[in-house]
């Protein structure tokens, strides 16, 4: 059987066409059972594809005039996906003529059109975005949302965890995830009235959801390993998220800096290339690009907008994995095999309230 | 004229009262003109006073039974604070025994006690915990909320901007302080409303306020350098920080593993040491410890829970600095200064909503 294609959605990204041709081409060399629809400007496509004839030979275009800017409201985004890349790459997820799609474009916009186009799947309010993050542990930790729901009630974050705990099973193979909520302690009295309703809610039904609810973390032990799925809302997750990249690149400058201020430290920088690699490679963000919207009937993934070709090619890597190991099929089948009465829970406990 | 003692909470902090002696110790050798009001148990700060003669002869000890516990919520402490050593160190501002108070206590109660006890300046709704964060330019950024306040409204956010205006010209010693608001996009119509609206109003007002109001930024860009003041809520400031905190441990960590991996990076590392040397200065949080009450009628820093006797020092040289600098009187009369008036605004905004 042959694998289903991916849409990229050409036009999205601070770099444009290029980087995002460029990366898918990356990706093809490493996952070469994988077709490609590339969705955008065909002339500008085709222009860049000439450097790339390994992709060229994989690919079909899907002209599109419209690309929704980085300015445009969900909203507006919404009325205006037919006739863009972004809204034709998500309709041909829809209509099954690709397997997934992947976008380097506006978020919010990313967001709406994939909920009303793919819907969610049975039991789940609203997508998101999860990403895996790199640890001190034996696993990366697996953090959502990411920055799809800026303002979430309990009863979204209990429905992160669940799809986040179905996640964990899929891609870090544990049968019974450790989960926590983001916060800012982790004694019970700590953060909002909504935190505290979740984390009774997830107490309460961790046995029922086959996971281990292990209370709050803080921001500050998301890399130390001891933790398989971190859930926050949208705003506070997008927080963690650019302060971890924000200093990883203030360390990675720091070091150039340090090591090509004497002579005595470039011999050391170049004896000791193996840790500064090491480091390089944890460092850079191009190297965990892709973040894949949780909940949705279809793979939906999201490429950083400022990542580069190697970036993209990483994000559509993810794409090509989740594709391949049927991401979409498994956590349906695990959200209702944990049950629809579990996730339906938070709904009765505000109704009481 | 004499300085005025510094009063220390000698209890609060995980590592307890060696800890905070040793760095109050440490604190006294570079600023030898302080003096200093121990508060706590008096057996175990005499114990542990045996160590430092030089501290012992420049401190007074004021004992206490009582001790906030990291799990008392503020309304407890509040309840409870006339026995305890915090409680006592900041009544001790209030009387005028001391002319600032430090502690590594649980920051929610030594928010309640300070601002039930010493009230915040005029025109002032709630203090907010604000820090010096390491920046690639030429000056520390200015951080606040913390985590005092962990739901805000625009109202609060806009106080905390001319507040935090106000500590960067007494810090930074610039007179248009550069300020942005904290968000997950810098697009306009990113984020909640009362982001947007505490942006319009700032937008608005910041000639009057003697800042610079340059919009949002996202939290990748902390570290930059390119502004001196990031307003945000205490939930957001405390996950921001944390998550910075964590990434410096996690690549201090992957650093150490890295050059003790081989015998060849070993070498290298030593022969570098200049480089990572001022790396691990970069990173080690106990450098930047001690975040500073803003808006209260009187000095309050808060050194974090963790930090060892360096970073308990560090916070303690901190207040020496702030009261040197006549912090209070220089921040109240600033706010007088941009006037009241302006900072009403953001109530009547409210009101015509």
Chains 1, 2 share one sequence.
Do not use: W
Not at 20 to 39: Q, T
Not at 148 to 161: G, I, K, M, P, W
Not at 270 to 294: C, M, Q, W, Y
Not at 315 to 339: F, M, P, S, W
């Amino acid at each position: 059987m042959s694998l289903p294609r991916i849409a990229v959605d050409a036009m999205g990204g601070d770099e444009g066409v290029r980087v995002m041709i460029e990366g898918a081409a990356l990706a093809r060399r490493r996952h070469d059972r994988f077709k490609f629809l590339l969705v955008g400007d065909e002339t500008r496509i085709k222009a860049a594809l000439e450097k790339h004839p390994n992709l060229r030979s994989s690919s079909e275009i899907l002209h599109s005039d419209g690309v929704i800017s980085g300015e445009d409201k969900p909203s507006q985004a919404l009325r205006r996906a037919k006739g863009t890349s972004m809204g034709l790459a998500i309709a041909a997820v829809k209509a099954g003529d690709a397997g997934a799609a992947v976008s380097a474009g506006n978020t919010g916009a990313l967001m709406a059109i994939s909920k009303v186009t793919l819907r969610t799947m049975p039991g789940i309010d609203r997508p998101a975005l999860a990403a895996l993050l790199p640890t001190l542990g034996d696993n990366d930790v697996i953090m959502l949302d990411l920055g799809a729901n800026t303002e979430c009630d309990s009863r979204n974050l209990v429905q992160f965890a669940v799809m986040g705990a179905a996640y964990a099973r899929v891609a870090l193979g544990r049968e019974q995830p450790r989960v926590r909520l983001l916060n800012i302690g982790t004694e019970e009295i700590k953060g909002t009235d909504l935190l505290r309703d979740a984390a009774a809610t997830l107490k309460a039904a961790a046995k029922d959801l086959s996971m281990s609810f292990d209370g709050f973390t803080e921001a500050d032990k998301l890399c130390r390993g001891d933790v398989d799925v971190v859930v926050t809302d949208g705003f506070s997750g997008n927080i963690a998220l650019k302060s971890v990249e924000g200093t990883a690149r203030f360390v990675a400058d720091l070091l150039r800096r340090g090591f090509t201020s004497s002579l005595r430290s470039k011999i050391g920088f170049l004896i000791s290339r193996p840790a500064t690699e090491l480091l390089k490679h944890h460092l850079d963000p191009n190297n965990h690009n892709g973040a894949v919207f949780l909940g949705l009937n279809g793979i939906v993934v999201k490429s950083h907008g400022g990542a580069n070709a190697a970036g993209v090619a990483n994000a559509v890597a993810v794409t090509a994995r989740l594709l391949e190991e049927n991401v979409t099929e498994r956590i349906t089948a695990d959200l209702a095999r944990v049950g629809e009465a579990s996730l339906r829970m938070p709904r009765a406990q505000e109704e009481r309230a």
